[in-house]
């Protein structure tokens, strides 16, 4: 056998052929076989044929292949032009069809036993082929008002059922806890769609040739089924509601539309279905109190769902339900979840109980248990809650208390009480059994010479020819063509019998009486079993067996001597007639025949569509007859009459059916297949008739399908029950007809010879077995049985065929079995499977490998109830398949999920230990606001569960693999419900806070976990973000709460211990003490924590890592700011300042490691911020402790560049340029020495202890420290307090101060850098740049070279050597920004300036004129004298006037002077290179001027214009950059300069001291 699969929808296109020949000789069609299903196209003439026709299969085996021969029809026989053999496994799926695939045509093909396995020897013949499965497509919402009303239509059939039913569940009140969820949501589950879909533009499906097909009328019943709730609370069918009305199984759907009661139509077979599976619950007290849903009293809670359901006797005898509300008049959604309600008894008990006991100080005690650090420990970041061996989670009240075959009572079994039928039915069953059609006596035909023209008894054909024109029975007489004698089923001693005894040849009648009796006593006496059988079956006594044994001899013996019957026949209509005229058409009209009499309609022209709607009677004598029902094409022309003088039938054949009379019974509607007469017919189409038959004195007596099904209902019900105990044997038989036998040997053959002696179909026979089993469907192996069955039922009907064009829907409406009482076997089969489907743990165990394919074959059964709903039926959106699946395992789950979490510590007690079984109360079986025990364990069980939908079912519910897949739903539906207890319990304990941060981040871990191993990959959750970090985001910020004190006192204890041990190295390799690698190693340990929280919500994660990057901002802090506060007192020592420096460069190091580890740049803004800023403020420190170690240096630095200035001192001599160059190097060694060996010994140290940042900032550090000493000390010493003339004219006032004026000189003279020791310099410098960039592996030559302390000493130096009046002229040009001052102006002058520039000469005229000064700010307690004196500075004036001054005035603070001045300039240099110096000044007798102001004019502001009038800002002193600075100094040095002497006084003045009073 091949691999069994899910049944899948396989969709065949026959389109078009190509075949080599002729076109006149091709009349071609082709046939599909696939399992046992076979279909034939049309017939089509020509090489290239087109059929474009299309074809459905139900597929549950890919082992096998699907079978195409492409036929061409003959006169005689139709020959074979080859085979295509497409393997099952290789067709792909698709949503619609495609373009197709040409194959070629096999002359042979390769067998396996019996099957066909393959094809080969391709011949030149193709036919294109378009093969595929079809997927489910969605289901249109404007169809649901059509299922409405199908449903209503069948709601009045269900009160007998409904009251069997209560009776039969009285002794189940456990099966209802799983179902109820499932029914309230599949009340209009009608309206979900179905697996299986098809364009509704594709061509009718047309129904295969087979058994005909009878109606029967059922009488319908009406019942009175009403929904109410009661009023108590049963604690026994507890439902978990979902907050909304979408988390569970399609609440949405309760009604198909709103705002009217009779909108809200439950399906009534639903209804019954319920019924029938609900105890008559009785008004209890919950043992805990009242639903915690409603505990408060809010009449509007909609949590009646739970009440109790009460079943009222109404007077007629009927079942109805009542209660206070209709149960569909509203939604059913809780508003308050049970989730919720659980733990507010939970919290409520935990208060109570922790009152006594718990105070302010337990939580204190419960944040930092174990001291320092110990919250880093206990938890189990990365835990796997599975098991090697899973427990399957069945409830201690399942099914195995439910026997299997004790069902609902599906269907209505009248016949095994109706006793009277049953003595019918024995005795008609006798008469088949003693003298069974199988065994009937062949006719003895020979060659037979007609005289005078003779008809066929079998086509009633002529018989042709001159001799030997036919067979003839030697015994019966009976004739016919020697082509037809084969295929009459007449048995030839019962007529010689009746045709002897109504010739009244008696001798030769007893004869064959005798013959007939000697033949049922062999039978007798040969199969005594199959009598005994029926004897025991119908509970017969011996006296009577004998007695109805011998009445059924009698009967058989009499034959139809005593039989007669009144029919009645209406002939409707035809449908796909042949067109036999030119025109396309035909003009078509019907005999019927019964005996020898002929009735004949009228003739519908021009019609392949007729509709006739007459009727005839006859009367039938013998019950052997048959009714020949045959159409015609009337033809009017020369050659129809030609052939009147020929033939007894001149019109063409348009098809026949031919009835047995003996297999008539009560009343049919039926569509019957038009057949050939003879190979050369070409027919097609169908014919409807009405047949009532009334057969004397048998008018009250039941019709033969009926008495079938009574036969066979009893027969099972005997054999099940009595015989086996309940169980139901399956009979061992394989092959394409296995399906059609149903019992073992002798049962069969009484059912086989019952059905072919009445004429009772096989699809009848297969439909009453399916009934029977129904009653059985729990029952081992049933479910495949059932499977098999309605998937050859749904083929018989819904394949099409060649020859009608019979919808499925109209050919299974004509069944003998009752259309609607099947519709109504199915829905309430459908029903019940949902049912057990939705306990699927309790009624098919993982541990029985046995139920496990029984599941696989319900779901199999479902399928094929959902096929024979969209393609019998002709609905156009059942509910799928997979749908309904997928929510019975929904149900089922939700229910495991309600009971491992009610009863989780005993479960958990026996899922480590099965041997363990502890009698739990049940209050202490829920979690508990004190621990977190409970939730652990309650994972585990849920990844028990999990594992076992995965290992067990997910292999076995394998039909929908796109839309259900076990392991995924089990994680998804086990998520969900946990996902809402956990949420709500951990809000409770935020409000508690009980329990230890550690225990919380454990159980964030093992649901993380959970999580991550069977939730994040689902459908559902790939592209959403998960909830469960934010549930525990309060109690992971505690626990980082205490991390930070805990890493404070880390932090503590490893700085104390590391000073305890001075700072040492971790090793020789590593630059840096224990106390980094200490906190660094706890802060780490943190940061893993939550790094394995794998924290999903961005949200929660963010949160998380702001509050971690306070801790380390807060941790590094101290850390930097205990060293910095005792590294001074390190700076002596010789390596510790050093290490010390290297523990903050460490911090750096690990901070940024730590940064990228937390995310880099993706990192939380807050948090990055703050790690940045906390890395810049380390880097302050860094700069800080380099700054201080360095600065530690400064007195032995200073002290060495003084001995070099003593050095440099020596070689003042000037000495010419060539010789200062070559001695220059010599001379800077010398002058370097001292500082050399201060370098050599301190930096050869630091390169060896100092990591290369920390050496880097020592370095520029001492770098800048020796360059500004060097600067400040040689290069460019700070002015004096009174410099030049003004010392010169203090030393003159005072005689006392001559030896200052001496060493002013002596120090004005050991300033003074000659060329030579400027050479000097700028050797020493590069020195000191080299050595500081040691061969790269000091500070970096960029930065050395554009060092600003370098270059400005560079820049002094250069400046030594030019004149003062190059000096000079760069001051001016550079120093743009004199006259601007922050400290305010003290008065303004008003000058006017002439400039004029002598055209032949080019000497500059200046002519200044002192108008007036204004506002002078003065305090004075002498007389007040302001005069003005004017400067002109500037390049080449040595030898010329510089110097004005106007006349004083006497108090006066806003003078005016109208006073002009002239000043000459040289013609070598332009005007922008002067400026004139106005300073406004208090003349003193017998003491210096005192200085009120001054301000600056350049004449390059005015040489453009010529001339410049204008009020000038006085200020205190004069602005000048680092350049003006510079030359300031150099030309301060200059001492025999007069006029570099003047320029630094100038520029150097400052306003003089105010007296006070």
């Known amino acids: 056998r091949g691999e069994v699969v899910n049944m899948s929808l396989l969709c065949v296109k026959v389109k078009q052929g190509k075949l080599h020949g002729t076109s006149d000789k091709l009349n071609t069609y082709v046939t599909l076989k696939v399992q046992n299903v076979r279909s034939t196209t049309v017939t089509r003439r020509g090489n290239e044929p087109s059929w474009e026709q299309d074809y459905m299969f139900e597929i549950n085996d890919l082992g096998k292949g699907l079978v195409v021969e492409v036929w061409n029809k003959g006169l005689l026989w139709d020959d074979l032009l080859g085979t295509v053999w497409i393997p099952l496994r290789t067709v792909e799926h698709a949503t619609e069809e495609g373009a197709g695939i040409w194959w070629n045509l096999n002359s042979e093909v390769l067998t396996n036993g019996n099957e066909i396995c393959g094809a080969k020897n391709p011949t030149i013949h193709e036919i294109l082929l378009d093969t595929y499965y079809e997927l489910p497509a969605e289901i249109p919402e404007d169809e649901a008002q059509y299922l409405i009303e199908h449903l209503h239509s069948i709601n009045v059939q269900l009160e007998q059922e409904a009251n069997e039913d209560v009776m039969h569940l009285k002794s189940y009140p456990n099966q209802v806890e799983s179902s109820l969820s499932v029914l309230q949501n599949y009340s209009t589950c009608e309206d979900l769609d179905c697996d299986f879909t098809r364009d509704h533009n594709s061509p009718s499906i047309k129904v295969g040739n087979g058994q005909v097909k009878q109606l029967s009328r059922l009488t319908d019943l009406n019942i009175k089924t009403k929904w109410t709730r009661g009023k108590g609370l049963s604690g026994s069918v507890e439902s978990r509601l979902p907050p909304s009305p979408t988390s569970r199984i399609g609440n949405s759907l309760t009604s198909y539309s709103e705002g009217s009661e009779s909108d809200a139509v439950y399906d009534s077979t639903m209804e019954s279905d319920f019924e029938s599976r609900t105890t008559v ?222 010739h009244g040849a008696e001798d030769k009648t007893q004869n064959i009486i005798a013959a007939m009796k000697e033949r049922m006593k062999v039978r007798e006496t040969n199969k005594p079993e199959i009598f005994m059988l029926i004897q025991a079956q119908f509970e017969v006594s011996k006296e009577d067996y004998a007695r109805h044994l011998k009445a059924a001899k009698q009967s058989v013996l009499e034959g139809t001597s005593k039989w007669s019957a009144k029919i009645k026949i209406t002939v409707l209509c035809a449908q796909g007639l042949q067109a036999k005229d030119k025109t396309g058409s035909s003009d078509p009209y019907v005999t019927v025949q019964v005996g020898k009499t002929k009735r004949r309609t009228k003739t519908i022209f021009g019609n392949l569509n007729p509709s006739w709607d007459e009727t005839f009677h006859f009367e039938c004598h013998n019950s052997t007859d048959r009714i020949k029902v045959r159409v015609w094409d009337e033809d009017d022309d020369i050659k129809s009459r030609v052939k009147q003088h020929f033939k007894k039938e001149s019109d063409d054949f348009l098809g026949q059916t031919i009835i047995e009379v003996r297999t008539l019974s009560s009343e049919m509607d039926v569509w019957y297949n038009l057949e050939k007469r003879t190979d050369k017919s070409a027919v097609s189409g169908a014919i409807r008739m009405k047949i009532a038959v009334e057969i004397k004195g048998e008018e009250k007596v039941a019709p033969y399908h009926v008495q079938y099904t009574c036969l066979h209902e009893n027969l099972f019900n005997y054999l099940t029950e009595t015989k086996y105990s309940g169980v139901v044997k399956i009979p061992q038989v394989k092959g394409d007809e296995a399906w059609k036998v149903y019992f073992e040997d002798y049962a069969q053959e009484i059912v086989d010879e019952f059905a072919m002696r009445y004429g009772v179909e096989s699809i009848y026979q297969a439909m009453t077995h399916f009934s029977c089993l129904s009653s059985k469907y729990m029952c081992p192996g049933v479910p495949a049985v059932m499977s098999t ?71 199999d059964l479902l399928t ?269 020592k010789e390596k510790l300042p050093c290490i010390l420096m290297n523990n903050i460069q460490q911090l750096r190091v690990q901070l940024e490691k730590m940064f990228e580890s937390m995310g880099g740049k993706e990192l939380d803004d807050e948090a990055s911020n703050l790690l940045k800023e906390l890395q810049a403020n380390l880097n302050g420190v860094l700069d800080e402790l380099s700054y201080t170690f360095a600065t530690s240096f400064q007195s032995v630095i200073e002290e060495c560049v003084k001995q070099m200035n003593l050095e440099l001192y020596q070689m003042r001599g000037n000495g010419n340029s060539s010789t200062n160059r070559n001695s220059a190097a010599i001379d800077a060694e010398t002058v370097l020495r001292p500082l050399m060996d201060l370098l050599d010994k301190n930096l050869t140290l630091f390169a060896k202890i100092c990591e290369k940042t920390v050496l880097k900032r020592v370095l520029k550090e001492l770098w800048k420290i020796i360059l500004n000493v060097i600067e400040r000390k040689i290069v460019l010493p700070a002015l004096t307090d009174q410099s030049g003339a003004q010392m010169i004219f203090s030393a003159a006032k005072d005689l006392g101060q001559l030896s200052k004026l001496k060493e002013h000189v002596i120090r004005e003279e050991v300033k003074s850098l000659s060329p030579r020791q400027c050479a000097i310099m700028e050797v020493v410098l590069a020195t000191i740049k080299q050595y500081f960039h040691a061969g790269g592996n000091g500070l970096k030559k960029t930065f050395l070279e554009k060092s600003p302390d370098l270059l400005s000493l560079k820049y002094a130096l250069s400046l030594y050597t030019q004149t003062t009046d190059t000096l000079i002229k760069k001051f001016i040009n550079t120093q743009s920004s004199q006259a601007q001052s922050a400290n305010g ?159 630094v006084r100038l520029k150097s003045d400052t306003r003089s001291s105010e007296e006070t009073t």
């Open 281 to 502: 619950f009785s008004q209890q007290q919950n043992s805990q109190g009242d639903s915690p849903c409603c505990s408060q009293s809010n009449s509007s809670c909609s949590c009646a769902f739970h009440d109790d359901l009460k079943m009222e006797l109404e007077p007629d005898g009927s079942y109805s339900h009542t209660s206070e509300r209709e149960y569909m008049d509203e939604e059913v959604v809780c508003t308050k979840s049970i989730s919720r309600s659980r733990w507010r008894r939970v919290i409520e008990k935990t208060h109570l109980t922790s009152q006594d006991v718990f105070d302010a100080s337990t939580l204190s005690n419960l944040k930092t248990p174990g001291g320092a650090g110990s919250v880093l420990y206990g938890i189990d970041s990365m835990p796997d809650l599975r098991r090697k061996k899973t427990v399957p989670i069945v409830r201690d009240v399942t099914l195995a208390a439910r026997k299997a075959g004790i069902s609902f009572g599906m269907t209505t079994r009248t016949s095994v009480n109706n006793q009277e039928l049953k003595l019918h039915v024995y005795k008609k069953t006798l008469q088949a059994l003693i003298y069974p059609i199988s065994s009937t006596t062949p006719h003895n035909f020979e060659v037979w010479t007609a005289t005078t023209p003779t008809y066929c008894y079998e086509c009633e054909g002529l018989l042709w020819g001159i001799a030997r024109q036919g067979m003839k029975c030697t015994e019966c007489g009976v004739k016919c063509h020697e082509k037809c004698q084969d295929l009459l089923n007449a048995d030839c001693l019962q007529r010689a019998a009746e045709k002897s005894s109504k």
């Open 789 to 859: 069955l309605l998937a050859n039922i749904n083929a018989y009907f819904a394949h099409t065929t060649a020859t009608t064009n019979v919808s499925a829907s109209d050919r299974f409406a004509a069944s003998n079995f009752g259309r609607e009482k099947f519709i109504k076997l199915l829905d309430q089969l459908h029903n019940s499977l949902r049912i057990d489907l939705s306990k699927y743990r309790d009624n098919f165990p993982a541990s029985n490998p046995e139920r496990l394919q029984d599941l696989k074959s319900t779901v």
């Open 864 to 1132: 094929s109830i959902t096929f024979f709903r969209m393609k019998v039926q002709e609905l156009q959106s059942p509910p799928r398949a997979s749908s309904v699946v997928k929510d019975c395992v929904k149900a089922c789950l939700d229910s495991t999920y309600r009971y491992i979490f009610d009863n989780c510590f005993d479960l958990y007690n026996q899922l480590l230990d099965q041997s363990k079984k502890q009698d739990i109360p049940r209050e202490e079986q829920g979690p508990s606001n004190k621990n977190l025990e409970f939730w652990p364990k309650l994972i585990t069980l849920m990844v028990s569960c999990v594992e076992e939908d995965k290992a067990a079912y997910a292999s076995i519910l394998n039909q929908f693999p796109q839309e259900l897949h076990m392991g995924k739903l089990s994680a998804e539906v086990m998520w969900q419900l946990f996902a809402q207890d956990m949420k709500y319990a951990l809000e409770e304990h935020e409000k508690h806070r009980l329990c230890k941060s550690a225990d919380y981040m454990n159980l964030h871990f093992k649901v993380k976990w959970f999580y991550n191993e069977y939730v994040q990959d689902l459908p559902g959750s790939k592209d959403a973000v998960a909830e469960y970090s934010l549930w525990f985001e309060p109690f992971a910020i505690d626990w980082l709460d205490e991390n930070e004190d805990v890493s404070m006192e880390f932090l503590h204890a490893a700085l104390e211990r590391d000073k305890k041990d001075g700072f040492q190295q971790t090793s020789e390799h590593a630059l840096f003490s224990c106390s980094v690698v200490d906190v660094f190693t706890q802060l780490n340990q943190s940061f893993e924590i939550i790094k394995k929280l794998e924290c999903p919500n961005p949200e929660a994660l963010a949160h998380f890592l702001r509050r971690f990057a306070k801790t380390i901002n807060k941790v590094l802090l101290q850390y930097a700011a205990i060293i910095a506060k005792e590294f001074s007192s390190h700076c002596s």
């Open 1385 to 1543: 102006a003290v008065g303004e002058v008003s000058i006017h300036v002439d400039l004029f520039t002598h055209p032949g000469t080019g000497e500059h005229k200046v002519t200044i004129k002192i108008v007036a000064v204004n506002e002078l700010i003065w305090q004075t307690t002498a007389m007040f004298r302001p005069f003005v004196e004017v400067h002109v500075i500037g390049p080449n004036l040595s030898d010329r006037k510089r110097k004005f001054a106007t006349k004083t005035k006497n108090n006066v603070w806003s003078p005016k002077y109208n006073e002009t001045f002239h000043f000459l300039l040289s013609n070598e240099n332009g005007p922008e290179s002067f400026e004139l110096h106005v300073t406004v000044k208090d003349y003193c007798f017998a003491r210096e001027d005192r200085i009120i102001g001054m301000t600056v004019i350049q004449l390059k502001d005015i040489a453009e214009k010529g001339t410049c009038a204008s009020w000038y800002s006085l200020i205190k002193n004069i602005n000048m950059d680092e350049t003006g600075l510079t030359i300031l100094r150099i030309l301060s040095q200059r001492t025999n300069d007069e006029v570099a002497k003047e320029f």
